[in-house]
């Protein structure tokens, strides 16, 4: 529970906050009116001006250090209540106050919000129409030729393997009960009150190959499970989507992706590399932190060098060389006309923060997809498209 000193303390930052607000609010707007002079000109009318005065004067608030730190007292009270400090402090740090970054610039957004709101004239923002664009791809479509299917026709055996999410520091005997929201590792000690993880256990130890809990899956199992497939199931090819870190996101660093990424890979290669193919494909775990990718910029280059790496063997060098630029690729499975396209899934995430200030087509996927797409349509191809997020999601 909180105590009585530390809700005093809460509460006299709360009222002390309020004050300096008003001051600052007072304070900036004063700045804005004599720095800018009003800087909107290129709009006419009071009411625009005031509305980007105001908009970027809340803009400036919401970025500010006091705001961010009365966010920062109210989830920690919220998340103190179910786990560790040690969590929500990570929690706090690496998610909260980015997400929050990123929601601020989406939000106050005086040029388009104005125009929204009624305010202001320009710049004129047309909404892009899913119909138009549904029409245009569409015009040149060529009439439906359905295949003929004889008695015996032609199938695969494909294996999915999705989410594995593999935990190398899963410890048989350690508590599924804890106060983190993953359980069954090495540092999880029994939850002496109420927590999430307390939803799905009732204080059973973990298992030698995993547990019905909040805990994630022992490498062990996996490797188990790889050598069931390839001697039992036989597919004729794997598709691999992705997700292979566990749950414990607020730990997460390069090492773990790359760790999980590239033993589950060999892991594939030494059972089944030299009997078939496989397709990989990124999942929303393989962001960092967790869903996210900046496809501004080359911040996360690493993943899509270090998975080309990792998947060369079964990639084509064109396909290689498209998956290392916008992490998606589209290449024909061997000796067939089946076209399989991967899709990034991270430039499609609703979780990503990077697209809450611009989801305007990043990396020109949708682009890449439908010419892909139009050109399999002219070479009679089937096409099979791999996606890691089910479309609710994107």
Not at 157 to 182: F, M, N, Q, W
Request: hydrophobic share 35%.
């Amino acid at each position: 529970g909180i105590n009585a000193e530390y809700m005093g303390n809460y509460q006299g930052l709360m009222k002390q906050n309020l004050q300096v607000g008003v001051f600052v609010f007072l304070s900036l707007l004063t700045f804005t009116l004599q720095e800018n002079n009003l800087r909107v000109k290129e709009e006419e009318g009071l009411g625009c001006q005031m509305c980007h005065l105001a908009v970027d004067t809340l803009e400036k608030i919401f970025e500010g250090d006091l705001f961010v730190e009365t966010f920062e007292i109210i989830t920690d009270y919220g998340c103190t209540f179910f786990y560790s400090k040690y969590f929500c402090d990570v929690i706090e740090q690496n998610l909260v106050k980015p997400i929050l970054r990123h929601l601020t610039a989406r939000i106050f957004n005086s040029r388009v919000g104005c125009v929204k709101l009624g305010f202001c004239l320009f710049p004129i923002i047309v909404a892009d129409s899913d119909k138009d664009y549904e029409r245009r791809v569409l015009a040149d479509k060529p009439p439906v030729k359905r295949p003929k299917v004889g008695p015996k026709p032609e199938t695969y055996k494909i294996l999915v393997i999705a989410d594995t999410h593999v935990d190398y520091d899963y410890k048989e005997g350690s508590p599924t009960v804890c106060r983190l929201p993953v359980c069954c590792r090495n540092d999880s000690t029994q939850a002496s009150s109420l927590s999430f993880s307390q939803i799905d256990g009732e204080g059973e130890k973990a298992g030698k190959w995993g547990s019905v809990a909040a805990c994630d899956m022992p490498i062990e199992t996996f490797y188990n499970f790889i050598d069931h497939a390839v001697n039992v199931i036989k597919p004729d090819f794997f598709i691999w989507i992705g997700d292979n870190t566990g749950h414990n996101v607020w730990e997460h660093e390069k090492k773990n992706h790359l760790r999980s990424m590239e033993d589950i890979s060999n892991r594939i290669k030494q059972k089944y590399g030299k009997l078939g193919q496989m397709y990989p494909s990124l999942g929303n775990h393989e962001g960092l932190p967790c869903d996210n990718f900046d496809y501004s910029s080359d911040k996360h280059q690493w993943i899509l060098d270090n998975s080309t790496e990792y998947w060369k063997q079964w990639l084509t060098p064109e396909s290689q060389a498209t998956y290392r630029k916008i992490g998606s690729y589209s290449q024909l499975h061997p000796g067939t006309s089946l076209r399989i396209i991967v899709v990034n899934p991270l430039v499609a995430d609703t979780l990503n923060e990077f697209l809450w200030k611009n989801a305007t087509n990043p990396l020109n996927v949708l682009g890449w997809l439908e010419s892909e797409l139009s050109k399999s349509e002219k070479n009679e191809e089937s096409v099979l498209i791999i996606h890691h997020l089910s479309l609710i999601h994107i």
